[in-house]
Each structure stands twice: as C-alpha cells, then as structure tokens.
C-alpha cells in the first residue's frame, strides 16, 4: 500500500521496512528486512539503515532491493564487514549530502529511565546505538526517528512527513508518538513498526483518529 506527498511516493513494504521514489524518479529504501520482500526489486538508487537489529539491518534485504549503482549508507556503529557493497558512514549526529540527498542523523534511544526496558532494566536500545533520519527530498522534509522514545531534542525538529515507530514496547507506544508527531508538526504522519510481533501490537486506528482530531493527515501506509 501506498501514499503520496508532494510528488514523493511511500510504501510500507511492512514493519519498518519502506520504500520511497521522489518525482524525478529516485528510489530511496529505509531499513529494508527481507521478511518484508515479496521479491528481489533491485531498484534502490539509495539504501538507508539506521541500526543493526535484524529487523532493520539485513544485509541480503539489502542486496535484493539495490540496483546496479545503488549507493549504502549506514550508521557509522553497524558492522558491515559482510556486506558486498561499498558503504557510506552515516554519524551518530551529524549532516551528510549522500547523492544529493541531504541528511540530518539524530540520536535515537530508549529512555533508561523510562518505561521501554528489558527484565534487567537495560533499555533495549541504548544511547548511541540507533540514529533517526531527517532527510530533505527536493524540499520535503522527512524525519524517520527510528527505534526510540521521544526524547528531549527532538522538540527542535519539524518536519513535513514524519514516519514513527507506534507499536511500544521496544519503542514509543502510539500515545507518545502522537505527541511527537505534535511537536513534529507534520502534515502527514505515517506511522510504523506495529503489529509485526505480539509485544507490538497496537490500534493504529486510534493513534490515527487522535491526531486527525487535530487535524493532522495520517496515512496507514
């Protein structure tokens, strides 16, 4: 399923896995998981990942959505000694041009002392382990905070297309990405990483319908 944007095209490939094309026809691909591909497209001009959880960093998702002379980036702290492909370093926080794309990384964590740990009480991403996505796409902006809370400097980001984790558990729950979204003031939110596991299972209909109350787009892409 799909949606569009002032000429950009989303798709849900499903769980965090999303494939964007902009209206010159670039193809942009975020976090692709091969349990999200229903075949080997090989169409990416651009690969993103954010992190190394296997559901975000899956080097032969990668392999199957690149084209020839797809260009990877990735988060600096990711290991891809076992990709094939050359890899652009993406910083923990930081502005990098990656084929003309211009891009913002943004720490991206659970809050320790919040509610989204494991039995020991570690957070089950930690600071410095994932980083979000402020990409500017022929003057859209798209901010992909990736797995984490909402945290206290994101407040200072907005954006035109905001596309946040909902499901909790590993990440914000539908209510704290509905106040994200707020601060974000978005015109379209499009939501992600819910209902692919139990712990993340969710009313998406709900976060959508609180936040169209305030008149806020949402597409459940």
């Not at 026809?25 to 190394?52: K, N, R």
Request: charged content about 30%; cysteine-free; hydrophobic content about 40%.
């Amino acid at each position: 399923m799909a949606t569009t944007y002032e000429g950009i095209t989303f798709e849900r490939l499903g769980h965090a896995s999303k494939r964007l094309e902009t209206a010159d026809g670039t193809v942009i691909y975020v976090d692709p998981w091969g349990e999200q591909l229903e075949d080997e497209p090989g169409d990416a001009d651009v690969v993103f990942v954010t992190h190394d959880d296997f559901d975000h960093y899956d080097p032969e998702a990668i392999a199957a959505v690149a084209g020839d002379d797809a260009t990877v980036a990735i988060y600096e702290a990711v290991d891809t000694s076992d990709l094939a492909e050359d890899v652009i370093d993406l910083p923990l926080e930081g502005e990098v041009t990656v084929d003309g794309i211009d891009v913002e990384t943004v720490p991206a964590y659970n809050d320790p002392a919040g509610d989204h740990v494991d039995d020991d009480g570690e957070p089950f991403h930690a600071e410095g382990e994932v980083i979000g996505l402020l990409l500017d796409l022929e003057g859209t902006t798209v901010f992909i905070p990736s797995d984490t809370d909402f945290l206290p400097h994101h407040e200072s980001i907005t954006a035109d297309v905001f596309v946040p984790p909902i499901g909790g558990h590993f990440t914000m729950d539908r209510r704290e990405a509905a106040d994200f979204a707020r601060s974000v003031e978005a015109d379209l939110v499009l939501p992600e990483h819910y209902d692919t596991f139990d712990p993340i299972e969710t009313d998406a209909d709900a976060f959508a319908a609180d936040l169209e109350a305030d008149g806020i787009r949402v597409d459940l892409f």
